[in-house]
């Protein structure tokens, strides 16, 4: 089982088969949000009276420390460590955007981009820290 963790306070997110976030919304509200632990899965579960639209920028939280997720590399991208069962950590990073579907897993040299919409990051909109992957 892969693990995922925070990079900050580097707590388990992942607990059974969800990751575990809190996200807030542009209207300011706070809520859970689920995500399926596989790379590429984009299904989310959350309580219905937390709403969020679709396209809608959300800002994510580590639920251990509260640290904001935002990632250095791109603002609409989430950061979060993936531990392999090996121990090998790897860096991914997935869109905020609701609905939209980027994940990128770095892994030393390597990048691996997943999602239909991963191709809206491109080089040129990406940090110095990122183009080093393409
Ligand atoms: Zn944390």
Known sequence: MNNFLCPKCLAHIRV???LIFKVR???KKTGILLMHPQIGNYASE?????EI???EALDFF????NTSLE???HKNLVHVILQEESGQDHDVY???IS???STFETSGDALRAVGADAGRYTYFKLGDKFKRFL
């Open 16 to 18: 059974g088969t969800h």
């Open 25 to 27: 919304n542009q209207k």
């Open 46 to 50: 959350k309580h219905p009276s937390f």
């Open 53 to 55: 639209e679709e396209g």
């Open 62 to 65: 580590c639920p251990a420390c």
């Open 71 to 73: 990632s250095g590399i």
């Open 94 to 96: 997935f869109s905020r």
């Open 99 to 101: 609905g939209e579907q």
